[in-house]
Every structure is written in C-alpha cells, then in structure tokens.
C-alpha cells in the first residue's frame, strides 16, 4: 500500500527562499514566519501520513453507498474528517469574523497540497465548501454570511458547485432548472444537477448547496442564470437546523476514480433557494467560486504527481533488476536496485522536476491571489487571471502524465490495484476535465485571459521574464543551464501570441486550434521562469553559507533537468501552432 | 455502452494501396485478392459488431472469478469463444498440416485489429494460444506438433507464456523455478509465476502452459533457463486427457483494466513438464514468441485507440454544446455539435491520423513477418527485428495517450464507467507495461536492435526513407506537406544515431538515457514515411481515376495533419537526446 509523507522541506524553501513571503509587504504576511509556516505544515503532515493516506485506498475500494436517499461515505471517513475538524484545517484562511484563523491564502495552499496528496478524494468535501464559502463571503449579504459562515468554517457544514446538467456542461446557456420567485423573497427551485460532488453524505450536518438557476426576466443564455443557496436543510432563525429542503441524491455516478467521493444527481423538487448576488447575475458570482476552484484543481494535478512519485522512488530504490551498465553497485544481492538504470531515472527525474516546479508556480499564483485581496493590487490580480487557465491545464495535463510515468516504474506491479499506482492515474484523470475540461482552460486562455486588459497582463508577463534573465546575466552559475533555454522558450511563446494577433483576426481558428499547444507552451515557460527563479535562490543559499547544501545543489540539479529535457517542448509547440487551422479543419465533419 | 464498426475499407487501403499485397512476391500472397479479404474482414467484422463488443463492458463489469481452483470467466464469453472457433478463427494463419488455414500473418494482423478492437480481453485468450502454438511449431518435435498443435489451432485447447516471477520480471537471470530431469526424460517443475494471462480459465478443455524454468548444469543467470510444455492436463498417447497435472491457479489479480482475461499466479508444484527445443536455450525459444507477441502488443495499442475514437466521433457528432465561432452550424437546435471546434476537431484528428499511421505500420510489420517467414529474405527479417521495439513501445505509449485524448472529447460523461471509454483507457494502460515495459522496448532499440549486424537493419533504414523522397521529388502534391518534414525527421533520427555513437561509447548512459526518446523519434518517423507512402498511393488511385474520391482525399489530408502537427517532435526527442546523460543522472539515489 503506497505511503505519503509531506514535503515540508520543499513548501518551505518555496514560500521562504522563493516567495520570501514573510517580508511580503502583504497583510498577515509578517505572521508567516519559517518557524511558524514549519510548525504548521508538520501538523498537517502529521495527519496527512497517519489518518488520511491510509484512508485513500478505503476510499478507492469502498467507494460511497447510496440508500434510502442517504449517502455512506468509506470507513474512517467521518472520524477522519471529524480530525480535520477539530484540528481546525477547515478554516484556517477563512475570515475571524466567521470564525476563521485567517491566514494567507498561500498558507491555505501549501497546506492543501499535503491533504490532496495524501487522499484526494476526501479532500474534496472540504476544498468545496471552500469555494462555496468564498461565493457567500464574496456575494452574501450579512444575514447570509451570519447563516452559513461559522458553521462552514468550522466544518460542521460543507458546501456544494451546482452547474452541470444533463445536456449542457460547458454551455451554461442550455440550462433548464427554474427558479420561481416567492411572495417571501425566496425561491423555488427546478431542475436536476448532475455531476455533484460532495452532493449528498454523512460528514456534516447540513449541506449548502450553491446552484445555478434560471430566474424569470433575466433573457437567453447566460444572461438569465442567477445563483441561488439551497441548503439541505433549512435554518431556523435561531440557527438550528429546521425542515428537510425538497432536494435529493437520485443517483451516485461509477466513476474511473475518486470512489470516495460522493458524485451525485441532485434532484430539485421545488426546493427552497435564496438569491445569492445580484439577479441575472449568476455567472459572475459563480466565477467567484471557480477560478479559485481552478488553481485547486491544478494543485490537485501535482499533488497527485507528487504522491505517485514518493511511491515510485520508494519502488526503484528497493526493486532488484539488472546491473548497472557501468558496474554493479549492490554487489551483495542479487541484482542492482532499478533507479540505478537511466531510463528509470529519466522517468524519476521527470516525475520530481515536474512537482517542485508546478509547486513554485502554484504557490506563487497563491501569493498572487493573497496580494489581489489583501492589497488591491491589480496587477497581481490580472496576472493571476492570466495564469489560472495555465495552473489548471497545463499542471493537470502533467500531472496526469507523471502518475502514469510513476505507475510505470512499477512495471506489472504498478498495473494491480493493490499496490495502489492505479489509483493515482485513476484520481488523476479527474483534474483534466472538472471545473472546466483543459480545452476549455485553452480557450479561456486563448480567447480572453491573452487580450484582456489590452493584453497588458501577458505583456507584463513577458517583461517579467526579461527582465529576470537581464538582473541574472551575470550569474554564470545561471547562464547556460537556465537563462539560456528560459530566453528561447519565452521567444517562442511570443512568436506563438503574435501569431495569434497576425492569423487570429482572419480566421479565429487559427488561435482556437493552436490553443492546447499554447497553453502547454505558456506552461513550460512558467515553470521554466519558477526554476530559474529556484535555482538563483538556491544559488543565493549556498553563496550565503547555508548549511544544508546537498538540498540547495539537488535543487539545483532538478531544474537543470527540467530546462535540458523540457523546455525544448516549446519549439514544438510553436510550431504546431504556426501549422494554422487549415490542417485541423481540413476534413468536413461527415468525412471523419 | 460503446459499439464499434471494423473499419474495413482503411483496412483495404492498406492491404491493397499501400502494400498491394495480392501481387507481392511471396508465398500464399497471390489468394489474397481484394474480394477474398474484403469477405474475411467483413466476416470478422460482424462478428466483433454483434458479439465482441457487446461483451467488452460485461468483461469489465464482472470480471473473472476464482472458486475453488476453478476460474470462471465472464458471462457469454464460452459462448463467444465457441463462436469464434466453429469460424475457424483461430487458426487462420496457422499450418494446414496441423489443421490451419495457412492464410498469411498480414491477413491475420488485419483480422487481429478487428477483434482487439472489439474486445481487447477477451482476444488475449486466443492471442496467447497463437503465441504458444508459433513456439510449439518451431521448437518442437514432431511428437510435440502432433500431441498439442492440432487441438491449439483449433482453438480446443488454449496456451499460455510464463516467465515472470514474483522477484523477477525483465532479469529473468534471477529466476528460482525449477526443472528436475525425471528418468522417463520428462522434468518435475516447480516454482511460482505471477501475471499469467488466461493462465486458467472455463474457456478450453486444456490449457498448454509454456514454463521457463532452470534445469540442472546451465550455469549461473539466463544461461541455465529452459522452455517446458506443461500441460493442465497430461494428453494420452491417443490423444484424449489424462491425469490432472500439479499445477494451479493459486490467485487472480486485481488490475486497472483488461478484466475480462484472467491474470494469474500459477503454482508449479511438481508438475509434469517436457523441454521444448534444446536444454538451457529456452530464452532463444522464448523470444521466438516475445517478437511476435510484441508486434501483436503494438497492435493492441492502436486498436484500443481506435474503438476509442470511434466512439469520441460519435460522440462529438452528436453532443450539442456552443456554437461555432464562424457561424452556427445548426441552427435549428439549442447549440452545435462539438465537433464543430478546433479544439474537439484537433483530439479527433490526433486520434485518427496516429491509428491510421499505426495501422499502416502494423500491417506492413506483418508483411515483414510474412516476407521472412515464407521467403527466407533475412533483410525483411533484420527490418522487423528493428522496427518491433519500435512498434511496441510508439504505438502503445500513443495508443494510450489517444485513448485518453478519445475520453477526453467525453468531458465529464468520459469519466463515467457506464459511458465505457474509462475502460479503453485502462485496458490500453496495460499494453505498455506487458510485454516488456516500453523502458526496456527502448533499450532493446538502442543497446541492440540499432547496431545489429553492424548497424546494417538501420542504415536499410534511412536509405528506404531516402529513397522513397528522392523517387517522388518530382510529386508536387507530396513536396511541402509530406516529403519536407519526413526530410527533416529523418535528419533528426539519424542526428539521433550519430550522438549515440559518438558518445555512447566512452558512456553508455549517454545512449540510455535517450533511449526513449529515440524510440518516439523513430516511431514518429516510421509514421511519417507511412503517411508519405500512404498520400503517394492515394494520389495514385486519384490520378488512376478511382471514385471514391472523398475516401482518398480525406487519406491526404489526414496525414497532412500529421505531418504538420506531429512530425515537429522529433525536433524536440532530438535535443533532449544531445542534452545527454549528465542531468539524468546528476542526483545521487540517496539526494531524491
């Protein structure tokens, strides 16, 4: 059975000598000292490696029960989470008026990566009452925060994203579910959500669904949707828990994976709803929700990978097969452990470097999301908008792929369910298509986060990277393994934008059909500009006389990798996209 | 519930376009007439549409049970194997003097695509048995063919390979079965083999298990390895079936797919065995059917991606979702068809140009086969024993990835069991793995395959590839889209070569380390020259007037896709193979 035991090390050297988030000029930032930031990732890992990890593989094989309309979580779910509870993970980012600790969102994250690597699934009951959280605190009016908040905070309730339906996941403008305004403001609501996780369980009392709805008056497609709360059961003013809400689990979904999430049917019988925001104004209220949901999902890509990768180096380090080509190196046994052999390496090597370099660049975009709210600061929030479609395609599409490459590793092994690789591609496979499957994150990016503001926030992007190569031209230590590769790949991905800006105009299938590859061109170019900005940090710890230094040179030696042996993608990518549309849509549609 | 149609008429193309096999000059090869494979191939056809396919999800679904030493498979699939044995499927390709029907290994190869497609689990059981049977024919002795190949062709029997063990996959030098000579010259085997497809199962009424095993005086390591005929149960002199031989099925495994096949852990406890070939040569007898098995693997890669995109085709067909962005192609519906988008219109044309250039490769692998085989042309043989790693491991790491991409065209309905592409993705996982995990496909390229008999196979190699640009310089509509950029892959591959040799020697990490990106660089190249050939015979038919024009037109552009899109990555396997050994192998094991 795999084991996870939480990378502290490496949150600390990325929020520390990375981000040097403690003298951020950032609110709450001067809280986040190492001592601190160290004794609270501990904790987590300390549940993270006893409680959760051993419960991911219950999780896989109970999966959840539907009777009688109640849902079963696995064994050891409720007392788990009961833990979590308790310890008051719930809300730890989450605001003191409602009970929160409030801590930087970057905190919340770090923190989130060892409860997503350790059990996926599980975390996801908490991660969206997050998001539903952030919806109400953002488009509540005070006597719906006083309602909802506390007990969300504190976990006694959990939260629920209610989009998708039947016919129209993507298109949001196909929606059928009705509300029906009441004579006493509220509303009834009509219609079947699929897709639902957390939908329906057994962890919390009560259950705030937040659901997507059309409202008379609002007009066609997206126009008319607003967003309504619907708890499953309804809140007496005193705050206790009043009558069952006429909404209900028709059906649990047999997935590939994340068994041990609850993925229901929500069915919507008339149910009691309250408007959150403004009428008609549901999209924006839900993107609230969403784009916070997508940096998760692409945390979760990672995460994944992560903890695949601990199991897979585990493997190679105490499988025997085959000598090293250059001379034995366990003489007493049989044969020499794999990790000895390059290929194995190479997939190790992937594995590691792809990790430590998206867990820069999500923590960065943390950091990016905690100087948007808690300074205002604009820039940081458009440049976070830009990269949030990158973070959750191109880290989920990765991230997929490394779980796989850590299952190989295993050969045969890693193809039974017991020793539990599978899981990790199964789970794994999720995050590239929830919360916006990873073309949509393409076109997201393509076809608005690129122009918008006039382009402004990618221009700043590329300046960003320019001018790091230009403040580092004289660390030779930097120049060929890093400045060198990190120069091209950012031409490349600037050819690949003026491309868009020359084709684009003409034929917009021009941009739409090089989309994918931009978006994993921008990927490899973030994760190119996060392991730059490593290694010069690492550089700057040995240069200061650190004491640990097999950590800094390791680090070091990673990104080296990563730049040799991935950044050349980009070359690639550019060039499918300046192969056009024409190739893409040559075919009609009957001539497939 | 996925369905799958057999697509017979690329299936055709290839045969008869591409590979003109009815006027080729080898043996057997004047009776396959376009009418006569047409007839086979529909015949197969049907048969995978109305009972294969149907049974794909049941397999998957139920899975394979053990009680009492007994295994018994899903429902329907008794009656389907005993469908496919009354139409003498099994042994098409095999001997007529032990009841086969002696058609060539490329009719076979085309037929095998359709029933892997169908229902990939259910065909290893036959699979295995031709694999035991080509084993059984060249090695055996004429008592041996007599006893167990007639009953194995007519599919009455089954067969199966063990080589694994639980310490030992890819160093089989490592194995602990052993063999005891007995005084009537048989050998009591003893051991445990694990991952021992069909291993038992309620399908035959005997099951001829191919062992390797160490027998006494063969010395350390593969040398003292032997192959052993153990049969489930001992055959009378007659031919009827005796006693129960000591073997069992002690476990069957839990996997990520392929449930339908039963994977089990075989305990020998000293059982009845007879050497097959000589004494301590059973690696060389064993590889006899290892190639086969791998090109056979490779096809299984490409066949799991092609049901899949048959049913991502469907899918995008039919599912309404937005609009295009140059004009609504549906006006009377509530949005178009996602096939409408460059994005979903990209994954499509991913699947279909990769299945379609692997076909080709598969089938004119076969054709190799079929030269060497019944021509005695040792250049034919040379080029396959080069170009299976190839097969093997491309085909299935794409095979895989387009089963994913396929899945993906689903969105959230793909990672719902009940839609049924979940299963193509974790059945195609597995074709990576057995076999030889595709790490190991790419060192037997590079550390042999590659320098074998001098390096001669590979220079054939390059020069066919030089050769078939040079005599179609002239061809206007092959220049820009085919012949350039096969022109500049093939300059890449070579690149690729002289870094090997020139830096392999003083460490031969150097090579392995870019191992596996020389095996994607020649896959894509072979696809390349593939799609070259193909366009060239489609423009032919063109040019010769044929009618349907829409079918060979739709062939062009289809490999002009791949080209231009996929062609560009061997740029990119070029440069991570010169970054060469030194980051791969950087860390030391213990700095992970």
């Given amino acids: 059975m795999p084991t996870y035991t939480a990378p502290t090390r490496d949150l600390q050297f990325v929020m520390h000598d990375l981000l040097k988030v403690s003298t951020a000029d950032i609110t709450g930032y001067n809280e986040l000292e190492p001592e601190f930031t160290a004794a609270v990732l501990d904790e987590a890992g300390k549940l993270a490696t006893e409680v959760l990890a051993p419960l991911n593989a219950v999780g896989d094989t109970q999966g959840c029960m539907l009777e009688n309309g109640v849902v079963r979580t696995p064994e050891g779910f409720k007392q788990a989470y009961d833990q979590m509870k308790t310890g008051g993970w719930m809300g730890l980012d989450c605001d003191p008026e409602y009970g929160g600790q409030g801590m930087p969102y970057v905190l919340n994250t770090a923190v989130g990566e060892i409860f997503v690597s350790a059990n996926m699934a599980f975390n996801m ?9 952030s919806a109400i605190h953002t488009h509540g009016t005070d006597d719906q925060k006083a309602t909802y908040l506390p007990k969300m905070v504190t976990g006694d309730w959990s939260g629920t994203m209610n989009l998708t339906e039947p016919h129209c996941g993507t298109d949001l403008g196909m929606m059928r579910t009705k509300a029906e305004p009441q004579a006493d403001g509220s509303y009834k609501i009509t219609g079947q959500k699929i897709f639902i996780s957390a939908g329906e369980h057994d962890l919390t009392d009560n259950i705030i669904h937040l659901v997507l709805a059309k409202a008379p008056g609002g007009g066609e497609g997206t126009k008319g949707i607003s967003l309504f709360i619907v708890p499953k059961f309804m809140v007496n003013a005193d705050g206790t828990l009043g009558d069952r809400n006429t909404v209900t689990c028709g059906n649990l979904e047999e997935k590939m994976g994340i068994h041990g999430n609850a993925t229901c049917v929500m069915n919507y019988d008339g149910a009691t709803g309250f408007l959150l925001g403004d009428l008609h104004k549901g999209m924006r209220a839900m993107f609230t929700m969403m784009n916070e949901a997508r940096v998760g999902v692409g945390l979760q890509g990672y995460a994944q990978a992560e903890a695949a990768y601990q199991n897979a180096l585990a493997y190679a380090r105490d499988r025997l097969q085959g000598r090293d080509v250059n001379g034995t190196k366990n003489p007493d046994g049989p044969a020499d452990p794999i990790i000895v052999h390059p290929d194995v390496r190479r997939m190790l090597m992937d594995q590691k470097s792809f990790v430590e370099g998206a867990r820069a660049l999500t923590l960065w975009g943390a950091h990016l999301i905690d100087r948007s709210h808690r300074s205002g600061d604009a820039d940081a929030e458009g440049l976070i908008s830009l990269l949030t479609p990158v973070i959750k395609g191109f880290q989920t599409d990765k991230g997929f792929e490394m779980a796989v490459s850590a299952q190989q590793v295993f050969g045969g092994h890693g193809y039974i369910e017991e020793n539990g690789m599978s899981q990790f591609v199964r789970d794994a496979r999720i995050t590239q298509i929830y919360e916006g499957a990873n073309g949509i994150q393409a076109l997201d990016l393509v076809g ?7 382009g402004k926030h990618a221009m700043a992007f590329f300046e960003m990277v320019k001018t790091f190569i230009k403040e580092n031209d004289s660390n030779a230590a930097l120049k060929q393994g890093f400045l060198d590769p990190l120069k091209q790949a950012s031409k490349d991905l600037q050819a690949a934008a003026m491309y868009f800006m020359q084709n684009g105009m003409k034929n917009p299938d021009n941009a739409l059909a090089g989309a994918n590859d931009f978006m994993h061109l921008f990927g490899h170019v973030c994760m190119g500009l996060m392991w ?12 200061g006389g650190a004491s640990d230094t097999d950590f800094y040179e390791t680090k070091i030696a990673t990104g080296r990798y990563y730049m040799a042996r991935h950044l050349p993608a980009t070359t690639m990518h550019l060039a499918r996209i300046q192969s ?4 893409v849509m040559a075919l009609d549609a009957a001539s497939f």
Avoid: E, N, S
Wanted: no cysteine.
């Fill in 580 to 583: 056009g549309a024409d190739t």
């Fill in 125 to 133: 009951y908490q991660g969206l009452t997050h998001g539903a959280y």
């Fill in 448 to 454: 608005r986060k690129l122009a918008q503001d006039g």
């Fill in 532 to 543: 730059a900005r490593m290694a010069a940090a690492a550089q700057a710890a040995l240069d």
